[in-house]
């Protein structure tokens, strides 16, 4: 199994920043993709941010373009979601997710590892 420890969430004003982390531990050998996911109140789950770890290719949704930066800190297990100038619309739960490439792309589908969430509030 993986497991996946986020931590950062907070309430934030219009314009503000957050730094996510996630702390990923256990059978990290079996993925390569690394993602940021989240949910707001009566919406579905949406993809924010992935990276393919093999080569830190990252993809972002257009609506955090420019604004987001997922990275990931080997050495500390660790991946990120630097999250600037940030909007009410980015109100939401934030989850990492980790899951194994299929064929080298990190599709929204192959991600089967989720953490437990953390809040994300942005008032104007």
């Known amino acids: 199994q993986v497991q996946l420890a986020e931590s950062g969430g907070g309430s934030v004003q219009d314009g503000n920043s957050l730094n996510l982390s996630c702390v990923v531990s256990?059978?990290?050998?079996?993925?390569?993709?690394m993602g940021w996911f989240r949910q707001a109140p009566g919406k579905e789950r949406e993809g924010v941010a992935t990276l393919y770890t093999v080569d830190d290719f990252s993809y972002y949704i257009e609506s955090v373009k420019g604004r987001f930066t997922i990275s990931q800190d080997k050495a500390k297990s660790t991946l990120y979601l630097q999250m600037n100038s940030l909007q009410p619309e980015d109100t939401a739960m934030y989850y990492c997710a980790a899951g194994k490439a299929d064929f080298g792309y990190c599709l929204w589908h192959t991600f089967n590892h989720w953490g437990q969430g953390t809040q994300v509030t942005v008032s104007s």
């Open positions: 256990g059978y990290t050998d079996r993925v390569d993709c």
